[in-house]
């Protein structure tokens, strides 16, 4: 096995065998950053992204593969699916798709959630059920789901 040094750590430079991830909410931010580790990590065959927004999820997709250029093995697969957390046909959806296309979800980071903007003039009675909407029964809706692949 080839073992690449560099600034992301070292691990072996091969894709391992079918191992598939995939993180929610991965066109910006920690999920990106996470999703970007899981390609270069030479661990997984296929990292998917799943974003609400597909033109942000298909640029982040270019993007981690300019970044881990040289870093993410050839035989490494990144793509973009479609995924709202909070929104259980996205989520039977993405379910779906994992599991037509790859059998198997080895790896699922649980990144996407919701907050109100500190500015937001929305009363805090009004804002806590869509946030736990989201953030607590999509998770665990979206989990579920997967778990089921």
Do not use: M, W
């Not at 691990?11 to 931010?29: D, E, H, I, L, M």
């Not at 296309?101 to 869509?130: R, S």
């Not at 909407?133 to 997967?146: A, H, K, P, Y």
Request: glycine share 10%; net charge negative.
């Amino acid at each position: 096995d080839d073992v690449a040094n560099y600034e992301y750590g070292c691990v072996a430079f091969a894709a391992s065998t079918g191992r598939v991830a995939a993180v929610s909410g991965a066109n910006k931010g920690v999920g990106f950053f996470i999703a970007l580790h899981l390609a270069t990590s030479g661990l997984f065959s296929s990292v998917l992204l799943g974003c609400r927004d597909s033109t942000r999820g298909q640029q982040a997709v270019s993007d981690i593969l300019a970044r881990g250029k040289g870093k993410i093995a050839p035989t490494t697969e990144i793509k973009y699916l479609p995924l709202t957390v909070g929104d259980e046909a996205s989520h039977e959806q993405f379910r779906q798709a994992v599991e037509d296309q790859y059998g198997k979800l080895d790896c699922l980071v649980n990144n996407a959630g919701f907050a109100f903007k500190g500015a937001d003039p929305t009363p805090f009675a009004q804002q806590c059920k869509p946030t736990v909407d989201i953030n607590f029964r999509g998770t665990v809706d979206l989990t579920g789901q997967s778990n089921q692949t």
